[in-house]
């Protein structure tokens, strides 16, 4: 059976694809940073199964600055497919720290990539790239070939990072695709990110636990999906004849507003009793009105996103309700 090696396996979309690989029969091994805390919630579940861990699934310590570690992980377990998700995901928090958003998301994707050039056997390699690429761009809904024009250091990092998979595509023959990934969401989301952020909010003041939501601009627009979905496209991927970029999208977008507004509802409450806003929470710069096309997605990969925003509103509320209760 195939073996992978994830990193950022203690993610949303690390965990959803570990699930999912392990279902499919793979033998998974995920990149782990040494930390003195070693609570893996979202992996927890399957951490904690005796029939899977150290049997079907298996953690190593490697940062990813860590290129020797990185290496002899690689050398030992000798992954068919390799899936990068790891990295300064905080689009908002880049601002804050440019240089280490850089050093992970960018260099350490060129890291990686550089390894593999040397390797005898080389897995299949996915990057999971990001709509930040596109930054402000010309053309509304953007596609694979939309020009890369971001406007915050996150968008930059990504820039270099899918540029460089490509170049190592074309140049040095690597299977190497990038998901180029609009916002994707679920339960499991972080909760500094905006999404989670309301749907807990909105749990816990149905609940009686709090009484506030604070929050920056409302008006961004943003293209929603659900990150299981969106997992199982990175998998579909690396399972074609020929590497290539695809954008995983739902095509739809929706303001943040929009998404309060469905979340607060779905417990019987009016975000407009609730809302404060704060300019710590707004940026720099920001990306305006992204919406992704996932024509050649759907085509090629036979993949179609079916959970829509305001449906994903509902859902991340009533599972954060649950897990308060
Ligand atoms: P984004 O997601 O920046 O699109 O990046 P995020 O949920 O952080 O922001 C979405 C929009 O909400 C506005 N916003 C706030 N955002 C946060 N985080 N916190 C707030 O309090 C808040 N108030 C308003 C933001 O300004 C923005 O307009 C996500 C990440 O997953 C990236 O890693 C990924 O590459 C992109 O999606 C595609």
Redesign the pocket.
């Known amino acids: 059976m195939p073996t992978a090696l994830i990193t950022g396996i203690t993610g949303q979309d690390g965990s959803y694809l570990t699930e999912q690989l392990l279902d499919r029969g793979y033998t998974v091994h995920g990149l782990v940073r040494r930390t003195s805390n070693t609570v893996r919630t979202r992996l927890d579940p399957l951490f904690h199964n005796k029939g899977v861990y150290n049997k079907s699934l298996f953690l190593h310590y490697a940062d990813l600055d860590d290129a020797t570690t990185i290496r002899r992980v690689l050398v030992k377990t000798q992954p068919d497919e390799l899936y990068h998700l790891a990295g300064q995901?905080?689009?908002?928090a880049s601002f804050d720290i440019p240089e280490s958003t850089c050093q992970f998301t960018a260099m350490g994707t060129l890291k990686l990539l550089e390894i593999l050039r040397d390797l005898e056997k080389q897995p299949r390699f996915l990057h999971i790239s990001?709509?930040?690429i596109f930054g402000r761009p010309d053309e509304f809904p953007q596609h694979e070939h939309t020009p890369m024009r971001p406007v915050t250091p996150y968008g930059v990092a990504k820039t270099f990072a899918t540029q460089m998979v490509q170049l190592y595509r074309e140049s040095f023959g690597l299977f190497a695709c990038n998901a180029i990934?609009?916002?994707h969401e679920s339960p499991r989301r972080g909760e500094?990110?905006?999404?989670r952020?309301i749907t807990k909010a909105a749990a816990e003041i149905s609940l009686g636990l709090n009484d506030e939501i604070v929050?920056?601009?409302?008006d961004?627009r943003?293209d929603w999906g659900s990150a299981p979905e969106y997992t199982t496209a990175m998998h579909l991927m690396l399972q074609q004849d020929a590497p290539d970029d695809y954008v995983l999208a739902t095509g739809k977008t929706h303001s943040?507003e929009e998404f309060l507004d469905a979340a607060f509802r779905s417990v019987g409450l009016k975000y407009k009793n609730h809302l404060k806003q704060n300019p710590k929470?707004m940026?720099p710069a920001?990306v305006t009105r992204l919406v992704g096309d996932p024509t050649h997605a759907k085509q090629r990969l036979e993949w179609t996103p079916t959970t829509t925003a305001l449906e994903l509103a509902k859902q991340m509320t009533a599972a954060d309700v649950e897990s308060l209760k």
Do not use: M, P, W
């Open positions: 995901s905080h689009v908002g990001s709509s930040e990934c609009y916002n500094s990110f905006v999404t952020k929050l920056g601009s409302l961004g943003r943040v929470y940026r920001e």
